[in-house]
């Protein structure tokens, strides 16, 4: 773990146990204000909080930051608590010994497998505002969408289910900030059901990537736009004229770099890339599309991510008509998708295969369209050439012009093939890439590809 890291983890630890235990006092003189009735209401607002001057950890500076008084912290140390230290929540579970059930106004729901208690808006409500009705629909606008809460995307109630009342859900904190709050690691979340993008990373370089001029120019115009983008937007009067963010296409057949490019653009300008397969987005997630993506847009504008959707003909593709509900109701998913990318006040990459099948409408939308094509000879003898480290080298026999001449491979099936032959001579014991290696490799991809090769 390094020093930095070390650092945050002790800083946060030593302000969330100052919390903790000023939460589990307020607990104590909320029992003795609602149910003995032996301390007035008027004690909860003389608490004393947690002095955080001086204090260098992101918890402190969080509160801090929004000058937060007893009710916000009250919220934020309760959402933490499940996640840090649920057997303060325990006294909760005690039951209303006249009816023999859990007190209502505790809120709280029990999960699958967590054994603890697990806080609602309800529980916060009633920790703070007890049974006064006019406390509690002031703090209403804790949980509202114009509170910072919601805002900055740091904490959140649940949906309640139809028919419930709203403070019903889950009272929970938001992956990155559970994390920045206690071991001070960056949030970067990876695929799962309920977020369907994935975070591409390479260890290439630009020198690596062998592309044309044109793209060559494209790619100094993306850079001139992360890099100025916002200023011309915010600080000069043409900004007025532009949208927001900086949409662009790339088209080309498999192998000629779109997802290559992508990701050297995130690592040279130190930006996370985020790739969302669309074919499986349009399809798979009919019905969630909105709740889904939403989280990749709302963190991706939030962190500043590169958003690259992949199999972007799901999305531009030709409109034809809708034949049924559901066809219907997919084209209002993909509105939706639509209008959160024309939203985005960031950069977003979208990729096809094949520009034909985009539909000629769609490409007013971008600011920006790439073609990738199949390199040309000389570009197929720099892959030949430069792919091969001083670790290996060729064959006297092999020529590397005659490889680039009769065999027009996209630069990652050149990849592939070589792979392929480096492979081999590992089993022989050797470092030398042999003419019937390559042979075999290339015919390896030509059959990926349903073609033939020709001896």
Not at 37 to 62: C, H, I, W
Not at 107 to 132: C, D, Q, R, V, Y
Not at 367 to 382: A, G, H, K, T, Y
Request: hydrophobic share 40%; glycine share 6%; proline share 4%.
């Amino acid at each position: 773990m390094k020093e930095e890291t070390k650092k945050e983890l002790t800083s946060n630890a030593a302000c969330l146990e100052m919390e903790l235990q000023w939460f589990q006092s307020i607990m104590v003189l909320r029992g003795k204000i609602t149910f003995e009735e032996s301390v007035p209401e008027s004690e909860m607002g003389r608490t004393a909080l947690p002095d955080f001057s001086g204090q260098e950890s992101n918890y402190a500076k969080l509160v801090q930051k929004h000058n937060m008084g007893l009710e916000e912290r009250l919220v934020l140390i309760l959402s933490l608590i499940p996640d840090i230290r649920p057997s303060l929540l325990d006294l909760l579970h005690v039951k209303n010994q006249n009816f023999d059930t859990p007190f209502a106004e505790f809120g709280g729901l029990k999960a699958e497998k967590h054994k603890g208690f697990l806080p609602t808006g309800e529980t916060a409500i009633f920790l703070l505002a007890g049974s006064n009705i006019k406390r509690r629909f002031e703090l209403m606008a804790l949980f509202s969408q114009n509170h910072f809460f919601a805002k900055e995307k740091i904490i959140f109630l649940d949906k309640s289910l139809p028919g419930e009342p709203l403070l019903s859900g889950q009272l929970r904190i938001s992956k990155e900030y559970l994390l920045y709050l206690t071991t001070g690691e960056p949030y970067k979340p990876d695929a799962d059901i309920d977020f369907p993008a994935q975070r591409i990373i390479t260890e290439q370089k630009w020198e690596d990537l062998i592309l044309s001029d044109p793209i060559l120019d494209g790619i100094s115009e993306i850079k001139n736009w992360l890099k100025h983008g916002k200023e011309l937007k915010e600080q000069f009067d043409f900004g007025r004229r532009i949208k927001k963010g900086f949409k662009v296409l790339f088209t080309g057949p498999p192998g000629t770099g779109k997802t290559f490019t992508a990701s050297v653009l995130g690592q040279s300008c130190n930006m996370d890339v985020y790739r969302i397969d669309l074919s499986m987005v349009v399809s798979k997630y009919i019905g969630e599309t909105e709740k889904n993506l939403s989280k990749i847009f709302d963190l991706g504008e939030n962190k500043g991510w590169i958003l690259f959707f992949d199999e972007a003909d799901a999305l531009f593709g030709k409109r034809s008509q809708t034949s049924d509900s559901h066809d219907r109701y997919a084209n209002q998913e993909v509105s939706y998708l639509l209008q959160r990318i024309e939203d985005f006040d960031g950069l977003v990459i979208l990729s096809s295969n094949f520009k034909n099948n985009i539909d000629e409408a769609f490409f007013r939308r971008f600011q920006l369209v790439l073609d990738f094509e199949l390199p040309d000879f000389s570009q197929r003898m720099q892959f030949w050439e430069n792919s091969v480290s001083d670790q290996f080298h060729y064959h006297p026999e092999v020529s590397v012009e005659k490889l680039a001449e009769r065999h027009e491979l996209s630069g990652s099936s050149i990849i592939n093939v070589l792979h392929f032959c480096l492979l081999k001579c590992l089993e022989r014991g050797d470092r030398e890439i042999i003419n019937v290696d390559i042979l075999s490799g290339i015919r390896i991809e030509k059959i990926k590809q349903g073609k033939s090769i020709l001896h």
